[in-house]
């Protein structure tokens, strides 16, 4: 019976095709026989998997006939495991027997290049570290959350330096080639192995991935590019935001070190309730009180929206609990405004005089 390649990656027979890439990754930097624990059995038998399933139409052809459609040891047209492995260390781009190494057009010299730092086409951009988030609680009033605001708050944070904006350079001096990495932004070692000589990569520790450095750094930030310091950050607060919700303020964290990016404000919302409205999503909901005469007889009342007072109807008969619908006086959203909901509670008097229950005693009658 033929080999499983899906088993052997650990993915669904339909599994997309970079989903095949992060199984093979992920498989390959675990069991490399270079890495301690690492098995050169089990790391052929992934990479046998995956020239197949990486592969679109050899998969297909896998998928229609099994794993003995074209296997010639595992590697293919006649390249062997040396072969391999020196196509791996950035042997790239030579003809092993006429087996074309390439995976929909995926280097795997870029792969292992990624996972032990050799390999690759030319040099690499260097990933700088990026700043942290920061998260903070905002409270809003009631009408706040619904109309939206503008917030200032003030944060003890890692900006960027204001006296070298950055470029970790002393103002009005150069900024020279790295002597350590030769402006490459890495620094290359030679490891031997029981596989021979593994050359592998790092990000300059001298110019931190830069390529280059001051000579003279920055004598307020040190040439790290930035400080301490308080900022303040104007945060938009959309209209109709709930108690609760979450904003993301796109690179108001922390400043990376060296020229890194800045991470992210988070800001947790906390919306103070309001005695006089209810908020169900983009409605409102009102209570009135009326008197029983009123509820009986019909007359006009003044309710309290969120844009002011309005005059409201009670017609003749209005029975209490009722609910009067005010169109477009809710929460702003997406698809329009909400609507408001007047919930009439009809008062009955606790105290009536001779005359009142007369009357009411007439009317009983």
């Known amino acids: 019976m033929g080999k499983d390649y899906y088993k052997i990656l650990g993915i669904e027979k339909g599994a997309s095709a970079d989903e095949v890439k992060r199984a093979f990754r992920k498989l390959a930097h675990e069991h490399h026989p270079d890495k301690a624990g690492g098995n050169e059995a089990k790391f052929k038998e992934i990479n046998e ?193 709930e108690d609760g919700m979450t904003l993301q303020v796109s690179g108001k964290g922390n400043v990376g070190l060296y020229g890194g990016r800045a991470g992210n404000l988070y800001v947790n919302l906390h919306v103070r309730a309001d005695s006089r409205f209810e908020r169900d999503a983009d409605d409102i909901y009102v209570k009135a009180k009326i008197a029983f005469t009123q509820a009986i007889l019909g007359d006009k009342i003044d309710i309290e929206t969120l844009d002011g007072v309005v005059s409201l109807k009670i017609p003749e008969a209005t029975q209490p609990g009722t609910q009067f619908r005010l169109r477009e006086k809710g929460v702003p959203g997406n698809n329009g405004r909400g609507d408001m909901y007047v919930i009439v509670e009809v008062v009955i008097p606790t105290k009536l005089s001779r005359r009142q229950r007369q009357l009411l005693e007439g009317f009983n009658e």
């Open 49 to 241: 998997a995956y020239q197949v399933l990486g592969n679109e139409q050899k998969r297909k052809q896998y998928d229609q006939f099994g794993a003995t459609f074209d296997q010639q040891g595992g590697f293919g047209g006649g390249m062997n495991w040396d072969d391999f492995m020196k196509y791996a260390r950035g042997g790239g781009g030579q003809d092993f027997g006429g087996f074309n190494f390439n995976f929909n057009g995926m280097d795997l010299s870029d792969i292992f290049g990624d996972l032990f730092g050799f390999g690759g086409s030319g040099r690499r951009g260097t990933k700088k570290r990026g700043g942290d988030n920061i998260q903070i609680d905002l409270t809003l009033e009631f009408k706040e959350a619904i109309f939206g605001a503008q917030k200032s708050v003030e944060l003890y944070k890692t900006t960027r330096c204001d006296h070298c904006r950055g470029n970790l350079a002393e103002p009005g001096t150069k900024i020279a080639t790295c002597s350590t990495c030769g402006g490459q932004g890495r620094v290359a070692k030679v490891q031997q192995t029981f596989f021979g000589a593994f050359q592998t990569a790092a990000t300059c520790p001298n110019c931190h991935g830069e390529g280059k450095r001051p000579e003279v750094a920055c004598s307020k930030c040190r040439g790290q590019g930035v400080m301490k310091q308080k900022e303040t950050v104007e945060i938009n607060i959309p209209a109709g935001v």
